[in-house]
């Protein structure tokens, strides 16, 4: 009985310290595990083994907690499929760098203003009804561009693939689904700053705090690799995400 009971608590240690070392993004391997368990090494190395200067974790998007929400992992969604499309797309499209070029020496806020602003007078908001003959699709950047017009998910697009051409990091790039006081359903495309989040919606030119635009409520959020639902605190505990029927903008 002892015995087993050392067994336990040895296994018990064992699970609690996992997550820890998942967690300092550090990987060993164990001299004791078999040929046949021990992981495929492509190249060995007499060097020790030091710790991953940048951690898995830490490519990761953050979440996006804005508009006075909390944000909380989505899992798989209807749309995400939609925006690997469009975001892996469009990178060496002739249209893009063009509109990317100016930008592209510039810090990470003159980044934002000179893209939302260009991006806002090249393209003039328009159903999809009446550009692809159908009630909802995501155009390329490079096709929204050529045509001029689109609508509020298509402009946030050609606004994230133009910055990501100028420099802008991937995963500080989103694209918030929700709904505006005035328009109803709405899109705009969300950026990540050192001075935090900004948001460039195809309504209003310049940039506008994320934290500051009381007319826009986001349902879902989409970013590098990862997808969020919408909730707000009450007390101590985080409301069901907004009740709104997220539908892809007009």
């Known amino acids: 009985m002892k015995r087993l009971a050392?067994?336990?608590i040895a296994g018990a240690c064992i699970m609690t310290a996992a997550p820890a070392a998942a967690a300092a993004g550090e990987a060993a391997v164990s001299p004791s595990?078999?040929?046949?368990?021990?992981?495929?090494?492509?190249?060995?190395?007499?060097?020790?083994?030091?710790?991953?200067?940048?951690?898995?974790?830490?490519?990761?998007?953050?979440?996006?907690?804005?508009f006075g929400t909390v944000a909380l992992n989505a899992g798989v969604t209807f749309y995400d499929a939609r925006f690997r499309r469009v975001a892996s797309t469009d990178a060496r499209d002739p249209l893009v760098e063009r509109l990317a070029a100016g930008a592209a020496s510039l810090d990470p806020i003159a980044k934002l203003k000179l893209i939302q602003d260009e991006v806002n007078r090249r393209v003039h908001w328009a159903h999809d009804l009446d550009n692809m003959g159908v009630a909802d699709f995501w155009a390329n950047a490079g096709e929204t561009l050529r045509r001029g017009t689109g609508d509020s998910e298509d402009i946030a697009i050609v606004k994230m693939q133009a910055l990501k051409a100028a420099g802008f990091n991937p995963k500080d790039l989103y694209i918030s689904i929700g709904r505006h006081s005035s328009r109803g359903a709405h899109i705009l495309l969300l950026a990540r700053t050192a001075a935090g989040f900004f948001a460039l919606?195809?309504?209003?030119?310049?940039?506008?705090?994320?934290?500051?635009?009381g007319r826009f409520t986001p349902i879902m959020t989409l970013g590098q690799g990862m997808s969020w639902i919408h909730g707000r605190r009450v007390g101590s505990k985080v409301a069901g995400a907004n009740v709104v029927k997220a539908r892809t903008a007009r």
Do not use: F
């Not at 492509?42 to 898995?56: D, F, I, M």
């Not at 919606?201 to 635009?213: F, I, P």
């Open 33 to 66: 595990l078999s040929s046949a368990k021990r992981p495929l090494i492509v190249q060995r190395s007499a060097a020790s083994v030091t710790r991953a200067s940048h951690p898995l974790i830490l490519s990761r998007p953050a979440s996006p907690d804005v």
């Open 6 to 8: 050392k067994v336990a």
């Open 201 to 213: 919606d195809d309504q209003t030119q310049g940039l506008t705090s994320a934290n500051q635009n």
